[in-house]
């Protein structure tokens, strides 16, 4: 299957400061990218849906101003937690998909600790 | 809106033991479903989609227009089977979201 790498995989920060999560698609083009968070014991919660080239579309409830998302390219996509708190400790899980396939590749996940 | 429910949040079952985990859908329009899996330690992955009628793993999943289910199951559980399960529409044109449901937590006991 094709291969989605997320970078960092841990990452701890100083409360206030910004964190970004990187998001590659290795070996196809990924025409849509998926954000997600997942809380201890929970589902993935998706956070927010972006198109190569547009604008991200976020769901109800998150901040934009807080997850930036950037889709700059066919092959990354990238989230910045901006102005991090206590709060925005999580693990956060990008997931891409080609446009001539409707089945989705995931990232290993990033473990976000703000302290 | 496309909308899956996963019903259990947790099961354990023995191994040997037949293993049946639910998911129903609302759905506008022709549904394409697929679970997901995720083993400890391990990043997400897809299981199976009904479209492929595939058996993976020992699992196979019957899409059931008329209870709208497109539950799991698998006739003998192994220990290895023991993950987390995601139910999940397929994102469509038009609506482009990935969105899963709450997942099931299975246990396989030895």
């Known amino acids: 299957g094709a291969v989605v790498s997320q970078h960092p995989s841990r990452v701890i920060c100083k409360s206030g400061t910004s964190v970004k999560i990187e998001c590659r698609s290795l070996?196809?083009?990924?025409?849509?990218m998926f954000w997600y968070r997942q809380f201890p014991k929970k589902s993935l919660m998706l956070m927010a849906t972006?198109?190569?080239?547009?604008?991200?579309?976020?769901e109800q409830g998150v901040e934009k101003d807080k997850f930036l998302i950037n889709h700059a390219s066919l092959t990354l996509s990238t989230l910045t937690v901006t102005s991090a708190h206590p709060e925005d400790s999580s693990f956060y899980i990008c997931?891409?998909?080609?446009?001539?396939?409707?089945?989705?590749?995931f990232g290993q996940g990033t473990r976000l600790t703000v302290v | 809106a496309q909308r899956v429910t996963q019903p259990e949040k947790l099961l354990s079952v023995f191994k040997g033991a037949p293993v049946e985990l639910k998911c129903n859908y609302s759905?506008?329009?022709?549904?394409?479903l697929f679970w997901y899996v995720q083993y400890s330690r391990q990043r997400l992955q897809l299981l199976l989609r009904h479209i492929s009628r595939e058996s993976i793993k020992g699992f196979t999943a019957d899409l059931n227009k008329g209870e709208t289910s497109f539950h799991l199951k698998k006739p003998f559980a192994q220990e290895e089977d023991s993950a987390m399960y995601y139910c999940a529409p397929a994102p469509q044109g038009g609506s482009e979201k990935l969105v899963f449901g709450k997942g099931t937590k299975l246990t396989v006991n030895p």
């Open positions: 070996d196809f083009q990924a025409t849509t």
């Open positions: 997931s891409a998909k080609g446009g001539w396939n409707t089945e989705a590749f």
């Open positions: 759905y506008s329009g022709s549904p394409e």
């Open positions: 972006s198109n190569e080239g547009s604008k991200a579309t976020y």
